[in-house]
């Protein structure tokens, strides 16, 4: 069995006898979360059957899918044993969505928009996430990760899974949902990774349930994953994911979002290749500030949403900044003040942290600034030797999009 597992042509690895908490388990996929077991005379015993069964219950809290096969299947019928492996492995990769499945593509997004912390935030035509979703007869969330981040499967401290439980509080007719989960957006980028996974989930199981939630409700739920990934129920990565374009969130009890119309925007994001925690983002945050930088902030908001609604590209240029946040999380970025410099000399209108950092955005008027904006970025990043990622793209007006729906 191991010869064949070991150098199996299905392009995915397993080991050998590996420990998972208090057991070992025969074989195991860590990139599809999957325990091969087999058992030989002694599990028909029924005290050693009660054992494999807390055992394997245990080995399921931990968002592991479980195969079983008797010894003599093994010796006997080796190639039917794996054929139901590679079954197994080619549903857990390409889930099937004749049976009422849904996938949806679920955009990154850019918050705070500079000088409005937590309230401000638009979506982006590029990265998305990739989620597919199909409801379950089995109670609570199971959670396949298909790709490398090795996110937790375990519903409650995965954000996808914290929002979709949320969501079946109030869908008391439905069970539960198992959702395949294909990650592009780099966690903790700065730019919406556990947005695009809370809101794609929910938005998906909101359509395979006929819509019958708002697009509020939606947010509502989806902001349990995002307090998950940082402690915080915040909505300003969450709102544009779901609703497109820029957003203000006016207040969070009672949820109260805006839609603000924009003129047509190019953006430039530069992710350097470190991470900075939303939550260790946070921390640093003095928690009290000065009247005067409080009323130059709201100054700068007010002007930045006058600035897209009359589409005045210089007001908006004028409003972003931040006297607040981003004096204290810009130390947690290299280059920052470099880049922002240079950006502004190749024609940006502004920008500024995304979100937490440590990505950085940049404004434009069109794609040939947007361009010289991606190549200013570059130039900080190749200097000073640490190794970065760029986009250049437009403000997403759609919001998460469902790609491939259930055959009617």
Same mark, same amino acid.
Not at 7 to 24: D, S
Not at 217 to 243: T, W
Not at 363 to 376: G, M, P, Q, W
């Given at each position: 069995?191991?010869?064949?597992?070991?150098?199996?042509?299905?392009?995915?690895? =397993?080991?050998?006898?590996?420990?998972?908490?208090?057991?070992?388990?025969?074989?195991?996929?860590?990139?599809?979360?999957?325990?091969?077991?087999?058992?030989?005379?002694?599990?028909?015993?029924?005290?050693?059957?009660? &054992? !494999?069964?807390?055992?394997?219950?245990?080995?399921? !809290?931990?968002?592991?899918?479980?195969? /079983?096969?008797?010894?003599?299947?093994?010796?006997? %019928?080796?190639?039917?044993?794996?054929?139901?492996? +590679?079954?197994?492995?080619?549903?857990?990769?390409?889930?099937?969505?004749?049976?009422?499945?849904?996938?949806?593509?679920?955009?990154?997004?850019?918050? &705070?928009?500079?000088?409005?912390?937590?309230?401000?935030?638009?979506?982006? &035509?590029?990265?998305?996430?990739? #989620?597919?979703?199909?409801?379950?007869?089995?109670?609570?969330?199971?959670?396949?990760? +298909?790709?490398?981040? !090795?996110?937790?499967?375990?519903?409650?401290? %995965?954000?996808?899974?914290?929002?979709?439980?949320? #969501?079946?509080?109030?869908?008391?007719?439905?069970?539960?949902?198992?959702?395949?989960?294909?990650?592009?957006?780099?966690?903790?980028?700065?730019?919406?990774?556990?947005?695009?996974?809370?809101?794609?989930?929910?938005?998906?199981?909101?359509?395979?349930?006929?819509?019958?939630?708002?697009?509020?409700?939606?947010? /509502?739920?989806?902001?349990?994953?995002?307090?998950?990934?940082?402690?915080?129920?915040?909505?300003?990565?969450?709102?544009?994911?779901?609703?497109?374009?820029?957003?203000?969130?006016?207040?969070?009890?009672? #949820?109260?979002?805006?839609?603000?119309?924009?003129?047509?925007?190019?953006?430039?994001?530069?992710?350097? +290749?470190?991470?900075?925690?939303?939550?260790?983002?946070? $921390?640093?945050?003095? +928690?009290?500030?000065?009247?005067?930088?409080?009323?130059? $902030?709201?100054?700068?908001?007010?002007?930045?949403?006058?600035?897209?609604?009359?589409?005045?590209?210089? #007001?908006? *240029?004028?409003?972003?900044?931040?006297?607040?946040?981003?004096?204290? /999380?810009?130390?947690?970025?290299? *280059?920052?003040?470099?880049?922002?410099?240079?950006?502004?000399?190749?024609?940006?209108?502004?920008?500024?942290?995304?979100?937490?950092?440590?990505?950085? =955005?940049?404004?434009?008027? !069109?794609?040939?600034?947007?361009?010289?904006?991606?190549?200013?970025?570059?130039?900080?990043? %190749?200097?000073?030797?640490?190794?970065? $990622?760029?986009?250049?793209?437009?403000?997403?007006?759609?919001?998460?999009?469902?790609? &491939?729906?259930?055959?009617?």
């Amino acid at each position: 069995m191991w010869n064949y597992l070991k150098t199996n042509e299905w392009g995915v690895k =397993f080991r050998r006898q590996h420990p998972i908490a208090l057991y070992v388990a025969d074989f195991y996929c860590h990139k599809l979360k999957l325990v091969i077991e087999i058992d030989g005379g002694i599990h028909d015993e029924e005290d050693v059957k009660k &054992n !494999d069964q807390r055992r394997e219950n245990d080995l399921k !809290d931990f968002g592991l899918t479980i195969i /079983r096969f008797k010894n003599e299947e093994v010796i006997k %019928n080796l190639e039917n044993v794996l054929s139901t492996i +590679q079954k197994k492995l080619m549903l857990s990769q390409n889930p099937p969505l004749g049976a009422g499945g849904i996938t949806v593509s679920s955009p990154a997004t850019v918050a &705070n928009v500079v000088c409005g912390f937590d309230i401000l935030g638009f979506a982006l &035509n590029g990265p998305s996430d990739e #989620l597919t979703i199909h409801i379950s007869d089995e109670p609570g969330v199971h959670i396949i990760n +298909q790709d490398d981040f !090795d996110l937790p499967t375990i519903a409650e401290k %995965n954000v996808s899974g914290a929002a979709l439980l949320a #969501l079946l509080e109030e869908a008391t007719d439905v069970k539960g949902f198992t959702l395949y989960s294909k990650k592009h957006i780099k966690p903790g980028s700065g730019i919406g990774s556990s947005a695009a996974s809370a809101a794609g989930s929910v938005v998906a199981a909101n359509h395979l349930l006929g819509n019958r939630f708002s697009k509020e409700d939606l947010v /509502r739920f989806a902001m349990f994953g995002e307090k998950v990934a940082s402690g915080v129920k915040h909505a300003d990565n969450i709102a544009p994911c779901i609703y497109g374009g820029v957003t203000l969130i006016r207040a969070i009890h009672p #949820l109260d979002i805006v839609s603000i119309d924009a003129p047509p925007l190019h953006v430039t994001v530069v992710h350097p +290749q470190i991470e900075v925690r939303t939550a260790d983002a946070r $921390q640093i945050l003095k +928690q009290q500030v000065l009247l005067k930088d409080a009323i130059k $902030q709201w100054g700068n908001i007010a002007g930045l949403v006058a600035g897209l609604i009359k589409g005045d590209y210089e #007001l908006i *240029g004028r409003s972003l900044e931040d006297v607040i946040i981003e004096p204290i /999380r810009s130390i947690l970025i290299p *280059g920052f003040d470099e880049v922002k410099k240079n950006c502004k000399e190749a024609g940006a209108l502004g920008g500024g942290i995304s979100g937490s950092g440590p990505s950085i =955005f940049m404004l434009s008027k !069109d794609e040939v600034t947007a361009k010289a904006i991606e190549e200013a970025m570059s130039a900080v990043y %190749n200097k000073i030797g640490v190794a970065y $990622q760029t986009h250049v793209t437009t403000i997403n007006m759609e919001g998460v999009k469902v790609v &491939n729906a259930p055959i009617p």
